[in-house]
Nanobody
């Protein structure tokens, strides 16, 4: 059973940082591409960052230079380091595996709120 569990969200002020984590289980973590998505109230879910099985990354324009995705193969954990947070980064953040054993997989998300 594939399971993705996010943590690390919270409420912060603009300019502060957070690190999100996603622990993966029930899958071969080393061979899957992984993604972070986010969804703000009333908005569609959007892809924020993608990290390939080999560690290559790409980001949506609005977070380039501020967010960094990484993965720890020994801990089966995906990370999203978020710096210089802005109110428009407020959303629920989801860990996503776009393809594994014929399916896509989602975590339940972790809430990030950026407000002064």
């Amino acid at each position: 059973q594939v399971r993705l569990v996010e943590s690390g969200g919270g409420s912060v002020q603009p300019g502060e940082s957070l690190r999100l984590s996603c622990v993966a289980s029930g899958m071969n973590f080393r061979i899957v591409d992984m993604e972070w998505h986010r969804q703000a109230p009333g908005e569609e879910r959007e892809l924020v960052a993608r990290i390939t099985a080999g560690g290559g990354t790409n980001y949506t324009d609005s977070v380039k230079g501020r967010f960094t995705a990484s993965r720890n193969y020994a801990r089966n954990t995906l990370y999203l380091q978020m710096s210089s947070l802005k109110p428009e980064d407020t959303a629920r953040y989801y860990c996503h595996v776009p393809y594994y054993r014929g399916s896509e997989w989602w975590g339940r998300g972790t809430q990030v709120t950026v407000s002064s």
